[in-house]
């Protein structure tokens, strides 16, 4: 090949190269855009989907604020520079705790600790729920403290059955546990792991007892 079909060669692939990577933050930002329409639309308190008068085990806003966080996921790692730039704007707590939980779901070492804090202390069940969901699979050894106090969450709804049988179920404590299941550890609280440790002591001091006993 010719030095003059080599340069040729290489300004194509520059060329293409460039053009490539030019347009994919482009289509990011288009891509954001709407999601974060979404995401007001999910925080607006005039939002009747949003509303938890009625007994549902998951209501319409938590399964679109799953949606939308998946969302966020499919784009990858490149649409952080665009969630990020959007927090400091918002001026709703609400929306920014979401976004914060969308860039920590992203890897955002900045974002895991208050994604952490809402999950456990927010008044937004909504927003706690998402905030666990993307933290589920964030490989971080400091969540296992946090998903234990989670196991303590006070958020729960009833079962949308009719009948007698209706009973309490806690989200945050379900996903936590399956977080904390999913990093082969039991899913427990703190307290209730303490309990289980004494038991244990308890149990392993009267067998001993029991083989001094029959040793005599």
């Not at 010719?2 to 190269?17: G, M, R």
């Not at 008068?53 to 319409?60: D, E, H, R």
């Not at 600790?113 to 999950?119: I, K």
């Not at 589920?136 to 296992?144: E, H, S, T």
Request: contains cysteine; proline residues 6%; neutral net charge.
């Amino acid at each position: 090949m010719s030095k003059d079909h080599l340069l040729t060669a290489a300004v194509i692939i520059l060329i293409t190269s460039f053009t490539l990577h030019g347009r994919k933050p482009l289509i990011l930002h288009h891509e954001w855009h709407p999601i974060l329409e979404a995401v007001r639309h999910e925080c607006d308190p005039a939002n009747v989907d949003a509303d938890y008068s009625f007994a549902q085990k998951t209501l319409p806003t938590e399964r679109k604020r799953a949606a939308l966080l998946q969302r966020c996921l499919n784009l990858g790692p490149g649409l952080l520079p665009w969630i990020k730039d959007s927090i400091p704007r918002e001026s709703d707590e609400e929306v920014r705790g979401m976004l914060t939980a969308f860039a920590a779901a992203l890897g955002d070492a900045d974002s895991i600790q208050p994604t952490a804090r809402a999950m456990n202390g927010h008044d937004f069940p909504a927003l706690k729920i998402t905030a666990a969901k993307a933290l589920l699979p964030v490989r971080d050894p400091r969540l296992v403290d946090w998903f234990r106090r989670a196991m303590n969450d006070w958020h729960f709804v009833v079962n949308g059955d009719c009948g007698l049988q209706r009973e309490q179920f806690y989200p945050v404590r379900a996903i936590a546990a399956k977080a904390l299941m999913m990093r082969n550890l039991p899913p427990e609280s703190y307290d209730q792991m303490h309990v289980r440790i004494r038991s244990e002591q308890l149990e392993r001091i009267k067998h001993l007892e029991r083989e001094i006993l029959q040793s005599n």
